[in-house]
């Protein structure tokens, strides 16, 4: 039974509040904990001692701590300008990402664009349709996309799935805002970029955390279009070389049959699992980083630009 006082104020919750909210908070700490121990493992093996992360020995704290993995890290052949490129592909490729999807967005959603429906409709069915990787690389080669720094970034300009987020943003926007200014003589670049461009930063901010997000963990356009130049290789492609050298090591080890001292020494570099998890950390932290400054953006612009039914 709840206290109450003379006022007939309650003074303690219920049992049955009290329960509700112990499960409740059971319940969001253990979803909580499935959300960052994942990451957690992987920091804790990537400083542990290699033998043993590669055994399977390190769950719950770091053994060993060392940090030579990410030491060996830095001193790839390349990484340096590798990161530069990546840096710069996923800076370019998300501003124009975002501008684009915010331009046509927008411009779906006035009545004046000819046979507005259609081309709306043309943008959308691309979603549902894909030719493959092979009809891909021959048409990026016949535009002369590859080994050209512009085949990380045309192909992702339009996103039809960013277009009509923008789009149902923008039609939350009261449309006196844009009769004003076209009272006031503004054209259509006008009003896009001095009226409705502030307006939908919300949405605007999520779409950049998702292209940015894919430009950086994008490599296999690098695979498939840099073919004959190793100055346009992103971070992730040579990441993802150094993966392969460390599991070509293990196979090494396991097939040698030489003299256990040589054995040993190999034991003691880098083994493959220690490397997954070094580069898995290296690619993952920057976006870790970043995301914060957009959280606020985020959720706002998901539930205002869900697509209605």
């Given amino acids: 039974m709840s206290k109450r006082n003379p006022g007939g104020v309650q003074l303690d919750k219920s049992l049955s509040d009290r329960i509700i909210s112990v499960i409740t908070y059971v319940v969001y700490a253990l979803f909580a904990f499935v959300c960052v121990y994942p990451f957690y493992y992987i920091f804790i093996n990537s400083i542990s001692a290699n033998n043993l992360s590669e055994r399977g020995k390190v769950i719950l704290y770091p053994m060993d701590i060392h940090f030579q993995n990410y030491i060996s890290v830095t001193k790839i052949p390349g990484l340096l300008d590798a990161a530069k490129i990546s840096v710069l592909r996923t800076v370019v490729g998300t501003v124009l990402t975002v501008i684009v999807a915010g331009f046509l967005g927008y411009m779906f959603t006035r009545q004046t664009l000819w046979k507005r429906k259609f081309w709306y409709r043309f943008v959308v069915v691309t979603m549902y349709f894909n030719a493959g990787i092979i009809p891909w690389y021959l048409t990026m080669a016949k535009l002369g996309m590859t080994n050209n720094f512009w085949g990380y970034i045309f192909p992702t300009i339009v996103q039809p799935f960013y277009i009509i987020l923008c789009k149902t943003f923008c039609e939350s926007v009261p449309k006196e805002l844009q009769e004003a200014g076209e009272i006031d003589g503004a054209g259509t670049l006008k009003i896009f970029f001095s009226i409705m461009l502030p307006v939908i930063k919300p949405i605007l901010a999520t779409i950049a955390i998702f292209a940015a997000v894919a430009q950086w963990n994008s490599f296999q356009d690098t695979l498939l279009l840099m073919t004959n130049t190793d100055k346009l290789n992103t971070l992730q492609y040579v990441l993802f070389q150094y993966i392969n050298q460390a599991n070509s090591l293990k196979a090494m080890i396991s097939?040698?049959?030489?003299?256990?001292?040589?054995?040993?020494?190999?034991?003691?570099?880098?083994?493959?699992?220690?490397?997954?998890?070094?580069?898995?950390?290296?690619?993952?932290?920057?976006?870790?980083?970043?995301?914060?400054?957009?959280?606020?953006?985020?959720?706002?612009?998901?539930?205002?630009?869900?697509?209605k039914g």
Avoid: D, E
């Fill in 255 to 307: 097939s040698t049959t030489s003299s256990s001292q040589l054995a040993a020494s190999l034991a003691r570099a880098a083994t493959a699992t220690s490397v997954r998890m070094t580069v898995t950390v290296v690619v993952v932290l920057p976006v870790m980083l970043v995301y914060p400054f957009f959280q606020r953006f985020f959720t706002k612009g998901i539930m205002i630009g869900a697509v």
